[in-house]
């Protein structure tokens, strides 16, 4: 009996739809290399840089090749679908209130600095209201957010803006209180879009991520040369948004290089620290004057000695004073 006889029908296989084969690459002539005495090219095997090339939810994590126009398209993608659209110092253009973003995000992060941003600004919308208030004041509004002596270096730069407007250059903005290289550049590109290069932590771990993933020891020097090149100019603001977040991003996903920058300072651990008793101090004044030895011992005998010498730093900085034997905050 034949198969036809038989009864049964040949049917034709469909393909599966979950899964297209990719086009296949064109086929390189091996015999045109070999009269030619060239070796073929080994393919390189870009995923042992970095295991995970693409994440789940479809973004380019790992470099490819290390191009600009790969890193450019992964930052892009990543920023139109997730970026941090919505930080309310991404809705102003005023320099005075990017500055105040600026230096409030020095070492703290972007959760915690967003209902102190909005809270101070309610308080001091403007350089001249900062500028004329108490430091007394200024420094309860920025209770909470640790490293106090940015709010006074912060009202500093106001009265200088107050007395002479904001500096338009880059070596101008430096010359005000506490605003640093990056700080300086940062204000110039969110408020004015100069296609200027920064380099924060986030940005960092991008950088190495995608040009520098088996290196140690990188250089900041080394990432603003691939950074330069990436910019694309006209869109400076934005482009650094979208940098920022996907940086973020890339530490949120366990993927970090800290340890391979060369600037990379670890911080040390805050609770018994001299930063700590600075902090309850500051907090311990803001209710009013006290007397040195009930102010001493607020964190305890163990830590007199220290809370003794945290206030004589603050005074040196002049966070805090001394009146008939009683610490305040400044009038």
Same mark, same amino acid.
């Given at each position: 009996?034949?198969? =036809?006889?038989?009864?049964?029908?040949?049917?034709?296989?469909?393909?599966? %739809?979950?899964?297209?084969?990719?086009?296949?690459?064109?086929?390189?002539?091996?015999?045109?290399?070999?009269?030619?005495?060239?070796?073929?090219?080994?393919?390189?095997?870009?995923?042992?840089? &970095?295991?995970?090339?693409?994440?789940?939810?479809?973004?380019?994590?790992?470099?490819? !090749?290390?191009? /600009?126009?790969?890193?450019?398209?992964?930052?892009?993608?990543?920023?139109?679908?997730?970026?941090?659209?919505?930080?309310?110092? %991404? !809705?102003? #253009?005023?320099?005075?209130?990017?500055?105040? &973003?600026?230096?409030?995000?020095?070492?703290?992060?972007?959760?915690?600095?967003?209902?102190?941003?909005?809270?101070?600004? !309610?308080?001091?919308?403007?350089?001249?209201?900062?500028?004329? @208030?108490?430091?007394?004041?200024?420094?309860? @509004?920025?209770?909470?957010?640790?490293?106090?002596? %940015?709010? !006074?270096?912060?009202?500093?730069? @106001?009265?200088?803006?107050?007395?002479?407007?904001?500096?338009?250059?880059? $070596?101008?903005?430096?010359?005000?209180?506490?605003?640093?290289?990056?700080?300086?550049?940062?204000?110039? $590109?969110?408020?004015?879009?100069?296609?200027?290069?920064?380099?924060?932590?986030?940005?960092? #771990?991008?950088?190495?991520?995608?040009?520098?993933?088996?290196?140690? *020891?990188?250089? *900041? #020097?080394?990432? =603003? $040369?691939?950074?330069?090149?990436?910019?694309?100019?006209?869109? &400076?603001?934005?482009?650094?948004?979208?940098?920022?977040?996907?940086?973020?991003?890339?530490?949120?996903?366990?993927?970090?290089?800290?340890?391979?920058?060369?600037?990379?300072?670890?911080?040390?651990?805050?609770?018994? &620290?001299?930063?700590?008793?600075?902090?309850?101090?500051?907090?311990?004044?803001?209710?009013?004057?006290?007397? $040195?030895?009930?102010?001493?011992? /607020?964190?305890?005998? *163990?830590?007199?000695?220290?809370? =003794?010498?945290?206030?004589?730093?603050?005074?040196?900085?002049?966070?805090?004073? =001394?009146?008939?034997?009683?610490?305040?905050?400044?009038?």
């Amino acid at each position: 009996m034949s198969f =036809k006889q038989s009864g049964f029908t040949a049917t034709r296989k469909k393909p599966s %739809r979950e899964y297209t084969s990719p086009r296949p690459a064109a086929r390189r002539d091996h015999s045109r290399l070999a009269n030619s005495g060239a070796a073929p090219k080994r393919r390189q095997n870009y995923h042992a840089a &970095s295991p995970a090339r693409v994440s789940r939810d479809g973004f380019l994590r790992a470099p490819y !090749k290390g191009t /600009v126009a790969a890193f450019r398209r992964a930052v892009w993608v990543y920023y139109r679908k997730h970026g941090r659209h919505n930080l309310p110092w %991404r !809705k102003t #253009t005023n320099p005075y209130r990017l500055l105040v &973003s600026e230096v409030m995000l020095q070492q703290t992060q972007v959760e915690r600095v967003v209902p102190f941003y909005r809270a101070f600004l !309610k308080q001091f919308p403007t350089a001249q209201a900062l500028a004329e @208030a108490p430091l007394a004041r200024v420094l309860l @509004a920025w209770q909470g957010l640790g490293y106090n002596r %940015r709010a !006074k270096m912060l009202q500093a730069a @106001a009265r200088a803006i107050a007395v002479h407007g904001v500096p338009r250059s880059v $070596a101008a903005l430096e010359e005000l209180s506490g605003v640093g290289p990056y700080t300086a550049r940062a204000v110039a $590109a969110f408020a004015w879009n100069t296609d200027e290069v920064l380099i924060e932590t986030n940005i960092r #771990t991008a950088g190495i991520h995608h040009f520098f993933p088996q290196r140690q *020891d990188v250089s *900041d #020097t080394e990432i =603003k $040369a691939v950074l330069t090149r990436a910019l694309p100019p006209g869109r &400076s603001r934005e482009w650094h948004w979208a940098l920022m977040d996907y940086g973020a991003y890339l530490k949120h996903s366990g993927i970090s290089y800290n340890t391979h920058s060369r600037h990379y300072t670890k911080q040390s651990k805050f609770t018994g &620290s001299f930063r700590e008793a600075r902090g309850v101090v500051l907090r311990t004044l803001a209710a009013g004057p006290m007397s $040195a030895q009930p102010l001493y011992f /607020v964190l305890g005998k *163990d830590r007199a000695i220290q809370v =003794k010498s945290a206030c004589r730093a603050l005074m040196s900085e002049a966070l805090i004073k =001394k009146v008939n034997r009683r610490y305040q905050l400044p009038t």
